[in-house]
């Protein structure tokens, strides 16, 4: 059998030279095939493709076998079997029934080895099998040592975080790019998008750590990065609903130390690009303007109109914008609904004008203080401050869990009996005390943090209102400003058409600091 055309079929690796394995195979096997008079048609490379997780996807690799088995060509030359695959003779198995049933074959250069030759088909089996094993014990000495470091507080390899650098005692603040994190940090919870973020580095000529533009991905990345601020990351993954596999999301998360639940830090305090405050500022803002998705997240809409969010009908549907009109979100879905409406340009003065004469005309007795003025007050200081009553916000949610932690560390000691093995009792007075004393710490900083300030008295005079009022930039800030007195505006269907609007009837403000009902 004539065998005058070849693939080349060859997968990355980086020898110990510097040089890409990838030239070094590709000047073997083509040595080979001249050798052979075989002329080579063309190549199909996997570059950074592994050849032993399953889930990973080898485009070069589907489109060589293909050739071969296709009779595009009748010879598929490899440099070693391992390069072909490292999951076991499943696959390479697989591979050579396929080449066989046609009348091709697959050559290893380095190997010796001819699948069209008798009795070298045993022989591919079993080295076969023995890179797979090579693979699996390589990763569980990988997963080992990863296991060992989390917990420590240990860098795990890989490249290093944008902004950060290796020093004598772990990472370090790299002080070249560390700014850059900063000033991104800074824009974004100044209210840049992430996207005019990225062209204002583009046209500073900023460099990203790779690549040569930055985008809205590269700065959500950054973002969201908890190395950054200080946390051992741990990549999740999610099941494919229509797949059943599992598979990375690229949603990276702090790791928990599965004894004590608690995060894992990696950096000192002083070394920390985002702070722990800025960090849930910031992931409240994604929040805000993503939806989850089991592949991730995609953008919300951003509502236009002034009362989205805060208006529903007397059903309790929220209502929408939907041309001049804000209409029942029941109602146009089909829902049983009378379908409330109201005009936005009259609405939206109503509510505004109440905004304005509630907040203006209200008086402090701090005899007797107003709930109304409590309330305000609070969302006054969460507007003006977010970082602070973010970590006040952080600070309480900390201390419940640490508290919920050590009340069931007690309780699987002296109610459920754990701890009782030789060693235990050593074993929960370390957990206790580490418990305990991050207890003691957040207590202490909640405390030095105080109470936060509730001043109000610049809403208490009529030109103060309107200038807040007034500075605002778009109706997202607006809408904010509506949410310090109001809770959500409820409206009733009109009597009938025709009728005019009296919002004294069929408007219903639900006040800040009060039931809805």
Known sequence: MAHELADLYLRLSLDREGKTAIERQDADCTAWCERQGIRVRTRHIDRGRSGYKRRTKRAAFTEAIRAATSGEVSTLVVWKLDRLSRQGIGQVGLVLDQLELVGSRIVFVVDGLDSSVS????????????????????????????????????????????????????????????????????????GLSM??????????????????????????????????????????????????????????????????????????EDERLISPTERQLILKRIAERTTPTWKGVRPKRKPTALLTGLVYCECGARMSASGSSYVCGSKRSGGHCPGASAMVEVLDRYVVGQWFDRLSGATFDPDNPDPFLIAVAERWGRYTDPAGANERDELEARIADAEARLSDLEAARYERGEFSDPGGTDRYARLHEKVSGALVTLVKRRADLGPGALDIGGFLEPELVLEAWESQGDNDERRELLRLAFERVEVKKARGRGYRFKPDERVNLVPVGYDAD
């Open 119 to 190: 009795g070298h088909r045993s022989v591919i089996a079993f080295l076969a099998e023995r890179a797979r094993d090579e693979s699996e014990t390589l990763s569980f000495r990988v997963k080992n040592a990863k296991d060992h470091l989390r917990p420590a507080g240990g860098w795990l390899g890989g490249p290093l975080p944008y902004g950060l650098r290796s020093g004598k005692n772990g990472l370090e603040r790299d002080p070249t790019t560390a700014p850059v994190i900063r000033d991104i940090v800074s824009r974004y919870l100044g």
């Open 195 to 268: 996207v005019k973020i990225a062209r204002a580095l583009n046209s500073e000529g900023v460099k990203p750590s790779r690549g040569e533009q930055w985008t809205a991905g590269t700065i959500a990345q950054i973002l969201k990065s908890p190395t950054l601020a200080g946390l051992m990351p741990i990549s999740t993954t999610r099941v494919d609903p229509e797949t059943g596999e599992t598979v990375y999301t690229g949603d990276i998360q702090p790791y928990r130390d599965p004894e004590t639940g608690d995060v894992v830090e990696i950096l000192d």
